[in-house]
């Protein structure tokens, strides 16, 4: 510093000096500085830029797959469904729909009865009146003839009428009673009949009420199929639930492993020993771990066998007769686990009341009588957990397979959002610099203000010199 | 194929190689000599302590201490842990029911040889190769020899945890303390000497540390 402020006797003159030629060295070599400075900027504006296309680039192609798999996997959920909903359809048609050549036998026989009966009931007008003839005698008796016996024949008449009238009525009531037992009988008919009719429009519905659900799940389908972005959005938003539902479930099942292995841990000492250790952890801990894994295995296995998931394409497309010897192999597997679990359970109680005698015979309690009347309630409890959680165990297949279907589409769209957030950061940093270079060559004119008014000054004097000289 | 033989390997590896011993061992020598017969219930007490803290594969002696103790014939009971906690139960029971035994027919001896005794005790340890060796000495320390036993030898407690418990007073050490300070700073340079960690504890309501 000295040095700099000591070329001249005086400090000030020196750094005057000193300044006045950093000043004219800055201004001859302005412009290649600026072009620097510049060209600087630029590159890195175009190397951040080149790099946020490439990152999004990659985002869109990403997004592309993406898009994809969640259609594919949309795709595939729907066929999964309308199969269902036909094999539903099937079942109904073969269960309730074919017998109906019976069914129309049965109805035809019925309105067949019916119509009989109605034959039967018809109303037989009843014979004219036997006085009738009588009356039209009476008046065809001439006057002349006199009318003397027409009291009598009159007489006779109201007997026959009376008589007639009677018999009638006898006759019309046996018919109306005939009638009335006929129509009777025709009402078990007309129940059946009611019965038999409501019972295929009740088919008839649940097959619309199918139909109405298969159309729409192929409205679906084939919006799927023709990649639409409501498509997409709605399986977006349907992953995402899928995913932390089933990660919730799959907590869950977490829990009960946890317990399960608790249960069996302690006793399985009893087997391979307490003491042995593979790879720093006992090995008791892993048998116990292994046993509950091999469970959780059998039951993956049992549930791709019974078709309810669709992990593992191959067991899907055995022939039927193999998949259900596996049904049959995995479920006995899970049973016999089951059955040692529940034996565990029932020795780690054994061993605790060991324990706890020798502790109380250790700490001076005596023989301390530890199996009291409710003991065997928590052994039973101990020994239906240890039974019932493989089994339990079994179902987290389930959300297993939906866990692992989302999580595809979950971490697709955490890379979409981080490589999107990349690329926007790359563009923003490249255009930082760009105007960083420009901020730079403002920032390097600042200190050259002098030489720069002066040279603006003399441009503007020549200017006008030229001007000046043209107009003349 | 050559995956999973390759990953059967490496399991069957670990298996041989990561079994760790990290048991320990603990011998137990129980005056039995003159006054201190009388505090034999408080060694009692103190197996039965200790037999509560021991686990699979730990080993455990209890030894008197009388007239020459160097001998297998002053060890009362010993025992070796299995590894299933079934077997451990009834070992420690059987165990319980030796020195409760021994408690109830132990008579006093003349003399005092806690030297032979703690020879006995680090060759017992030592055949036994525990991870963690621990000498509790239930007695007063004050070492009396009978005429002809040498004990003036050195031990190798290179590794040993001495534990002295219970280490009454003598009527004479309340007459001259002196006595009483100087018997525990021979033991304790003596054990120190030979390698050995030296601890005293006479308050027996506070076990939890003593393991």
Known sequence: MNFFLSITPWPVLSALLWIVLVVAALYFARPTAHKLILAAGNSLHKMFRTASVSVAGAESGLANRNREVLLAAGREAKERIVEREFDRINETVRKDLSNYSALHRSLSESIGRIEQDHKDAVDVPPDPPGWVKAVEAVANIDSREGRVGIGNVLSDIHKSLVKAHKEAMVMYHEASGKRHELLRKMRPEWRQIQQTLGKVGKNVDSLLNRSVTIDRHMQEYEDMVKGEDRAVSILSSSSLVYFFVSALVLVVALGGATINFSLIARPMAEMVGGTTLIGGFKTADIAALVIIMVEISMGLFLMESLRITRLFPVIGALPDKTRIRMIWITFTMLFLLASVEAGLAYMREVLLHDELATSALLRGDGDVALSGDYMWITTAAQMGMGFILPFALTFVAIPLETFVHSLRTVIGLLAIGILRFLSLSLRLLGSGFRYLGVLCTQLYDLPLFIPLWWAARETENAASAKTSFSEI | ?211
């Open chain 2, 1 to 211: 194929m050559k995956l999973f033989s390759a990953l059967a390997s490496c399991l069957l590896l670990a298996s041989c190689g990561a079994s760790q011993s990290n048991n320990s061992g603990v011998y137990m020598l129980v005056d039995t000599s003159g006054t201190y017969r009388e505090e034999i219930q408080k060694a009692e007490q103190i197996i039965r302590y200790t037999l509560s803290r021991l686990d699979a594969t730990d080993s455990f002696a209890v030894a008197r201490i009388d007239t020459g103790s160097f001998s297998e014939k002053d060890i009362v009971a010993k025992m070796t842990f299995d590894d299933r906690p079934s077997m451990i139960n009834r070992q420690k029971r059987l165990f319980a029911e030796q020195v409760q035994t021994f408690v109830d027919d132990s008579r006093s001896s003349q003399y005092t040889d806690i030297t032979g005794g703690l020879l006995q005790a680090v060759e017992f340890l030592n055949e036994k190769k525990p991870a963690a060796k621990t000498v509790l000495i239930f007695s007063d320390l004050k070492e009396e020899l009978e005429e002809g036993y040498i004990r003036d030898i050195s031990i190798e407690l290179d590794g040993f945890d001495v534990i002295a418990l219970n280490v009454t007073k003598l009527r004479s050490d309340n007459v001259d303390p002196r006595e009483y300070l100087t018997r525990l700073d021979e033991w304790q340079a003596r054990v120190e000497k030979s390698g050995g960690s030296w601890r005293v504890v006479n308050d027996l309501d506070g076990l939890e540390g003593l393991l």
